[in-house]
């Protein structure tokens, strides 16, 4: 069945009117007609059934009919990821969605070769990537920070999982051993400065971890520790 995210409060009977985008998608691509069933859900209150009730090319309405599953989230985990070029970020984002991420924290390093990005098409991917998978929320992508103002306003309870290719680090499964909030801090392409590793390891609550004897590009390694992450902590277990 065809999902949605709507920012629409969902009750039984609510009328859901659709974005343009969304309307062209159900009538030109889709091909859905009136009294077709789609599957909506809005990151609170779970996923319903609704029923196409009119139809156009540039304005879907839709009828809210019954919850099919009780709004639930994954585990509380964040992905600093530092900028990369475009299309690796938009992977990167598409793939957190998948994997479970709940927020997305681009940040600007000292080698980070990009310093800005469209963060509304990073939204939209990941909107897109919650939708495919079946995720009942959609993670958030934030704006982009230099990672010291970062790192100066963080909250010392959520533990940060340092992705460190120096190699002298423990793997992720062996770093990782306790659940609560994490975050997973990839670097960019160039490395973290010598500068900045120093700092990552003297934070009481970031853990070194190494990802393998290989040097990765930034989005194998965003997969790569997320995935290991699940594993070890996560909702993989």
């Known amino acids: ?28 691509v889709m091909r859905q007609a009136v009294g077709d069933e789609v599957a909506v859900f809005n990151g609170r209150d779970g996923e319903w059934r609704a029923r196409v009730d009119k139809m156009g090319k540039r304005s879907v309405t839709l009828s809210a009919e019954g919850r099919t599953r009780a709004q639930e989230t994954g585990p509380d985990l964040e992905l600093v990821i530092a900028l990369v070029k475009r299309a690796r970020l938009e992977t990167i984002v598409e793939k957190a969605a998948e ?27 990941a909107v897109e990537a919650s939708e495919q998978t079946g995720r ?8 982009p920070l230099k990672l010291e103002k970062l790192l100066a306003k963080w ?25 609560g909030p994490w975050a997973i801090l990839i670097g960019p392409e160039g490395g973290f400065s010598p500068k900045e590793r120093q700092t990552l390891r003297s934070l009481p609550y970031a853990v070194s971890a190494s990802l393998g004897p290989r040097i990765l590009r930034a989005d194998t390694a965003a997969i790569s ?4 992450w699940q594993a070890a902590v996560g909702d993989w277990r």
Do not use: W
């Open 1 to 28: 069945m065809i999902r949605l995210f709507v920012p629409h409060d969902l009750a039984a009977g609510a009328s859901l009117e659709l974005d343009e985008g969304q309307s062209r998608y159900l009538a030109a």
């Open 99 to 125: 994997l479970g991420a709940r927020r997305v924290q681009p940040v600007v390093t000292e080698r980070t070769n990009a310093d800005h990005t469209r963060v509304d098409r990073l939204q939209a991917i």
């Open 136 to 143: 009942l929320d959609v993670p958030q992508v934030l704006e």
């Open 155 to 179: 909250d010392v309870s959520r533990q940060l999982l340092f992705c460190d290719e120096a190699g002298d680090a423990a793997p992720v499964l062996g770093a990782v051993k306790a659940g």
């Open 225 to 228: 520790a997320l995935t290991l």
